[in-house]
T-cell receptor
Framework: NAGVTQTPKFQVLKTGQSMTLQCAQDMNHNSMYWYRQDPGMGLRLIYYSASEGTTDKGEVPNGYNVSRLNKREFSLRLESAAPSQTSVYFCASSEAGTGNTIYFGEGSWLTVV | AQSVTQLGSHVSVSEGALVLLRCNYS??????LFWYVQYPNQGLQLLLKYTSAATLVKGINGFEAEFKKSETSFHLTKPSAHMSDAAEYFC????????????FGAGTRLAVHP
């Protein structure tokens, strides 16, 4: 009963370091997403992948890259971490098409010092 | 462009009292509307959603919301609050057609006191 699984759950980075957040879903969903959550700002979409082989920018893509490795996996990479990227990151997935429920992972807490 | 405004970043109610969390949206096309709940240190869980069927939508844990097009609102209610309802609640909108992208409001933290 895993749903959306993301790793790591906690990470502390130094400014300038790189890292990759991993995400996998076992619901056979076509669409996957990465959101970031900051206090008082709700969740903001970083990147999404409507289907395997496609990725598109969301509201706040600067400083991030993504890879849709296969239908199950969607990773988020920070090439050169900055303190402004301190946040909670959520991976999510859904069936393709609007109106479908988006299912979220448990979150990854990232601190950049 | 779509947007969501949640009125009140913090709401406090007594156990057993009515819960009312306000959400107004802006959308140039018929919207789909969602309420999600987030318990501490967890991901988001769907409470309910409106997808152009019945305007009064019932969700889990006794919550419901009414879509009012004339008021561009989708307020969340529960007749009687329980201590376990303490959490953060997010209203979100997506547009009909196109990709399934959610635009979230800033969230409302609900506190329930004895």
């Amino acid at each position: 009963n895993a749903g959306v699984t993301q790793t790591p759950k906690f990470q502390v980075l130094k400014t300038g370091q790189s890292m990759t957040l991993q995400c996998a879903q076992d619901m056979n969903h076509n669409s996957m997403y990465w959101y970031r959550q900051d206090p008082g700002m709700g969740l903001r979409l970083i990147y999404y992948s409507a289907s395997e082989g496609t990725t598109d920018k969301g509201e706040v893509p600067n400083g991030y890259n993504v890879s849709r490795l296969n239908k199950r996996e969607f990773s988020l990479r920070l090439e050169s971490a900055a303190p402004s990227q301190t946040s909670v990151y959520f991976c999510a997935s859904s069936e393709a098409g609007t109106g479908n429920t988006i299912y979220f992972g448990e979150g990854s807490w990232l601190t950049v010092v | 462009a779509q947007s969501v405004t949640q009125l009140g970043s913090h709401v406090s109610v007594s156990e057993g009292a009515l819960v009312l969390l306000r959400c107004n949206y802006s959308s140039s096309v018929p919207p789909y509307l969602f309420w999600y709940v987030q318990y501490p240190n967890q991901g988001l869980q769907l409470l309910l959603k409106y997808t152009s069927a019945a305007t009064l939508v019932k969700g889990i844990n006794g919550f419901e919301a009414e879509f009012k097009k004339s008021e561009t609102s989708f307020h969340l209610t529960k007749p009687s609050a329980h201590m376990s309802d303490a959490a953060e609640y997010f209203c979100a909108v997506s547009r009909s057609g196109g990709y399934n992208k959610l635009i979230f409001g800033a969230g409302t933290r609900l506190a329930v006191h004895p």
